[in-house]
Every structure is written in C-alpha cells, then in structure tokens.
C-alpha cells in the first residue's frame, strides 16, 4: 500500500497544457484500467474528474484527459484556464479491492 | 440531487473512540460500493476503507486495520466508521465516497468531517 508518486508541483501559462505524471507498481496501475483523477480546491472536497485511466465523468471538461503506460499514468490539460488552479491527485485501484492515493500535485496557473 | 453528508466528527483524546456517519440521498445506494478517504489538513488524501454492496466485504489500510471498522445500513442509506484506539496521526477530515461500478474511481464525495485527536 505505498502512494503512487506524483510531482509535488507543476505550473504552465493560461492556454498552454501542462501533464502530470503518476507513477505506481505492477500492483496497482500496472495491474488494473483502474485510475482515477481528482481536482481539489482549497478547503473543497475532491472531484473526479477522469475514471479508469481515460473516461470523462458527465460535466467534466474534454480539456481534461488521462492515459497509461505501464505503471505510468498521466493527465493533461490543455487550454489551461486560471480555475485550474488546484491540487490534483491520482488514484488507482490496487490489490484485494483497496485502493491507492498520489502524494498530490499543485497547479499554478501563471 | 445525488449527495453525501458525513457526521460524527470532533475532539476526543488519543486512544478514544469515535462514530462517523455518512448519510446518502438520490442514489441506488445498494448498488454502490463506498468508501472513507481522510486528509491530514495540508497533506495528500489517504484511502482508508471500503465496504461491499452488502456489506459483507470490507478492506482497510494497514494503518487502521483492527482499529476501524467499517458498515452499512442499505435501508437507511447510511455507512459509518467506528474508530477505535484513536492516535494523533488519525487527525484529518474524513470523507466518505461513492464507487464507481467496477472500481474505477469514486464519483460522489461528501463535504467531510473533521477529527482531531489530542494527545
């Protein structure tokens, strides 16, 4: 049950596309289609935002979008806008029906 | 509208107990696994708990596993967590969460409730 590893931090100008990687083991993306992606706002609850690796949960924006290789997973998005602003986590299903956080990722929106 | 509510959160003394409640409303939720998911205030979100359609299966992480305990009650659309032998570092805000069919991420989030836990 080790987190997955992500950048502690990543920036990028408004309409430029920035991607964030989530790195985890054979155990977890590695074995499962299975990850999932969230946006925090401060003092906010998280929201999904991407679901296994590369699927748009209803009202989230295409600007939004996942993939894997490996035991890799990564998000882009492009056009950022300044309400990107946030945190943003990785999490992955893992072994005997657990699951499995990234340390979290802060966007700045330059 | 499909939402969560968590109560239950508060003060309580490290190797106190505590009961948090998570109320569901406008969702199958008998079709749903669920979950608590906690974060340290500043830190990263840390999955705690899952529990069953039925609530015949439940999966902790290591750090609370015979400590916390996890049900549900699909009548009253309700899950909670009993926490036991609580421990400074079990100080966070505690959501519960909605599964997605199939495991692939959790759709639905509380607004959470805030443990703290003196030592």
């Known amino acids: 049950q080790s987190a997955l590893t992500q950048p502690a931090s990543v920036s990028g100008s408004p309409g430029q596309s920035i991607t964030i990687s989530c790195t985890g083991s054979?155990?977890?993306?590695?074995?499962?289609?299975?990850v999932s992606w969230y946006q925090q706002h401060p003092g906010k609850a998280p929201k999904l935002i991407i679901y296994?690796?590369?699927k748009w949960p209803s009202g989230v924006s295409n600007r939004f979008s996942g993939s894997k290789s490996g035991n890799t997973a990564s998000l882009t998005i492009s056009g950022l806008q300044a309400e990107d602003e946030a945190d943003y986590y990785c999490?992955?299903?893992?072994?005997?029906?657990?699951?499995?956080f990234g340390g979290g990722t802060k966007l700045t929106v330059l | 509208e499909v939402q969560l509510v968590e109560s239950g959160g508060g003060w309580v003394q490290s190797g106190g107990s505590l009961r948090l409640s998570c109320a569901a409303s406008?969702?199958?939720?008998?079709?749903?696994?669920m979950s608590w998911v906690r974060q340290v205030p500043g830190k990263g979100l840390e999955w705690v708990a899952n529990?069953?359609?039925?609530?015949?299966?439940?999966y902790y992480v290591d750090s609370v596993k015979g400590r916390f305990t996890m049900s549900r009650d699909n009548a009253k659309s309700s899950v909670w967590l009993q926490m036991n032998s609580l421990r400074a570092e079990d100080t966070a805000v505690y959501y519960c969460?909605?599964?997605?069919?199939?495991?692939?991420?959790?759709?639905?989030w509380g607004q959470g409730t805030t443990v703290t836990v003196s030592s």
């Open positions: 529990i069953n359609r039925d609530g015949s299966e439940k």
């Open positions: 406008g969702l199958s939720f008998s079709s749903y696994w």
């Open positions: 054979s155990s977890d993306i590695g074995s499962y289609n299975l």
């Open positions: 296994e690796v590369s």
């Open positions: 969460a909605r599964v997605i069919q199939g495991g692939g991420g959790m759709d639905v």
């Open positions: 999490c992955s299903h893992g072994v005997s029906s657990t699951f499995v």
